[in-house]
């Protein structure tokens, strides 16, 4: 199972990005997808989720900003960041379970500036 996670970058404040994280070695359309990011110097929290029936939830400091997102065909998910702020500066993960088993990506870097 591989997890590639890309799209970081350096934004300022207000600005966008869309993350992706494209899945490998799995029935990708079979599994809850998540997006987890880890500031520094702060533990790993969860951001987005996405069953693979298509519900979404979402951590309450991003709720109406980001919106999480799959495409089944491509076994990729996406998380679409709107109205960035530098508090959402991390390392951004991708993660999934099966049977118990986790799989994380590698990370990407979002960096914003003020």
């Known amino acids: 199972v591989q997890l590639q996670a890309s799209g970081g970058g350096l934004v300022q404040a207000g600005g966008s990005l869309r993350l992706s994280c494209a899945a490998s070695g799995i029935v990708f359309s079979l599994n809850d997808m998540s997006w987890f990011r880890q500031a520094p110097g702060k533990q790993r929290e969860l951001v987005a989720v996405?069953?693979?029936?298509?519900?979404?939830n979402y951590a309450d400091s991003v709720g109406g900003r980001f919106t999480v997102s799959r495409d089944n065909a491509k076994g990729t998910m996406y998380l679409q960041m709107n109205s960035l702020k530098p508090e959402d500066t991390g390392v951004y993960y991708c993660?999934?379970?099966?049977?118990?088993?986790?799989?994380w990506g590698q990370g990407t870097l979002v960096t914003v500036s003020s």
């Open positions: 996405i069953t693979s029936g298509g519900l979404t």
């Open positions: 993660y999934t379970r099966i049977r118990k088993v986790e799989f």
